[in-house]
């Protein structure tokens, strides 16, 4: 049973900065790469940033390069996101997600998920 708790959400204006954390209840299933996904309303889910739990590989989508990074603590088995330099069109719901093997961008190749934690960015 694998639970993520995703907090840190809030409603902040253009240019601010928030860290989004997970917290893994990890028991029996051997995590290699978690990663954060964002769904904005009427929009598809879409990847944010992925991280190899070992080495700590990170892997970002191209809207969020370099005001966005991935981090994770292992002995707490927790997982961040600190956004800086945030837009508008950075509104979403963020989730965190992880899988075993190889990390990938793809949705539907992560195997548990958290409930999401709301960010919202004021112009």
């Known amino acids: 049973q694998v639970q993520l708790v995703e907090s840190g959400g809030g409603l902040v204006q253009a240019g601010d900065s928030l860290r989004l954390s997970c917290a893994a209840s990890v028991r029996t299933f051997s995590t290699d790469a978690m990663g954060w996904f964002r769904q904005a309303p009427g929009k598809e889910r879409e990847f944010v940033a992925a991280?190899?739990?070992?080495?700590?590989?990170?892997y970002y989508a191209d809207s969020v390069k370099g005001r966005f990074t991935i981090s994770r603590d292992n002995a707490k088995s927790t997982l961040y996101l600190q956004m800086n330099s945030l837009k508008p069109e950075d509104t979403a719901v963020y989730y965190c997600?992880?899988?075993?093997?190889?990390?990938?961008?793809?949705?539907?190749?992560?195997?548990?998920w958290g409930q999401g934690t709301q960010v919202t960015v004021s112009s």
């Open positions: 997600a992880c899988r075993r093997g190889t990390w990938t961008p793809r949705k539907d190749d992560y195997d548990y």
């Open positions: 991280i190899t739990w070992s080495y700590g590989n990170t």
